[in-house]
């Protein structure tokens, strides 16, 4: 059974997003002061009382509007109530109760979910501002006073949630979840394949580059296994990068590729690959994270017999930092293709998991030196004692010898290139370490 789900919803701008990050303890949501920043619905696990679940920032519900992206935000929001155990509806102060606030307590009283009525920006401590009482006029019960900004009433809030939450049962997040971000410069599809393995629209999907700017977080499942999906914020060029906003975004796709365990780089298959690609897949080369190379639109590509073998040699050309990640060729829109990704996450996320023995890895080096005999420098050899592994994701080598600097990056190279040849480690880097010996594994 998965945690109960807790979503925070208002009009734009109630500051749903600093509640979210004040309740989270991490700078998860994107603050700013501008109607419409938060786009997407953005999960992270909170405790309260000893009990785990897990909260939700939605955009913010704009009754009657004509705006393409709010109405975009609108459907987010109510995907999110559809999902959630118990509803937040955030209110302000400042503004006091509007008719758009009448609007959505109407929406939220029509879906049946439980509601907790939180009131924001009730800053001062002390005597409760009178202004708090309209806030009855909703019909959804008593109105918590509530400051995102400094955390007061914060307690109080969750209390009230923790009342809906479902008997405890067994909720944690399964040990066997591989965790898949999907990244990529704007435009090449990413919310559109999440959405076509979710078979629902979870992402906002439009052509308007930028439109996904938080890292979504989406759990799902199906006969080959349990996923936690992460749609990112397209990273465009730095020079291109001229607001706060999309400064955030390309932060935040860079901490969604630090804790996933495998990276989708999906590249537009009608463009091939660009300098931007580049850039993007060296971020997850660079962390040491499974990578596959997914080229997307496939189904619009102009194509003769050796079409897919010439794109995947310009692949192999231009990101030739990573030829370990398998290419994939599909169609996000059509649907072509998608199910074989599955089998390559799980085939690339158990590569990057990979113990190896010292002693096979000593077997191997044997044959490996014997083969090709190490360097010389100055009449000086250098010998190479043992190696032994000491991490996974990526697979982590040390090798003894007795001169480190006279260790070549093209022996390093040829050793590396031995062990995945008996090894595999298809999908995920690989790191070595060189150590003279005496100096400790660690």
Known sequence: MSRPLVAIVGRPNV???MLFNKLTGQRLSIVEDTPGVTRDRLYAPCEWRGRKFDLVDTGGIEPGTDSEILLFMRKQAEIAIQNATVIVFLCDIKTGLTASDQEVGD???????????????????????????????????DPIAVSALHGHGTGDLLDACFEYFPDEEEEELDEDVIKVAVIGKPNVGKSSLVNRILGEERVIVSNMAGTTRDAVDNYFENEKGKY??????????????????????????????????????????TEGVTEQDTKVAGLAHEAGKACIIVINKWDIVEKDDKTMQRMT??????????PYAPVLFLSALTGSRVDRLFDTINSVNEQASMRITTGMLNDVLADATARVQ????????????????????????????????????????????????TFGLEGTPVK??????GDKEG
């Open 374 to 421: 190490p360097p010389t420098d100055k009449g000086k050899r250098l010998k190479v004692y043992y190696m032994t592994q000491v991490g996974v994701r990526p697979p982590h080598f040390v090798i003894f010898c007795n001169r480190a600097d006279i260790f070549h990056f093209s022996y390093q190279r040829y050793l590396e290139n031995q062990i995945r040849a």
């Open 432 to 437: 070595i370490t060189i150590r003279e010996k």
């Open 107 to 141: 929406m939220l009283l029509k879906s049946g979910k439980p509601v907790v009525l939180a009131v924001n920006k009730m800053d001062a401590t002390g005597m409760t501002d009178p202004d708090i009482y309209e806030f009855y006029n909703l019909g959804l019960g």
């Open 228 to 269: 936690l999906l992460i749609d990112t914020a397209g990273m465009r060029r730095k020079s291109r990068v001229d607001d706060r906003v999309e400064k955030f975004s390309v932060l935040r796709a860079t901490l969604a590729i630090e804790r996933c365990d495998v990276c989708l780089i999906l590249i537009d298959g």
């Open 313 to 322: 040699e310009d692949v192999r050309r231009d990101l030739s930092y990573m």
């Open 15 to 17: 500051g749903k997003s």
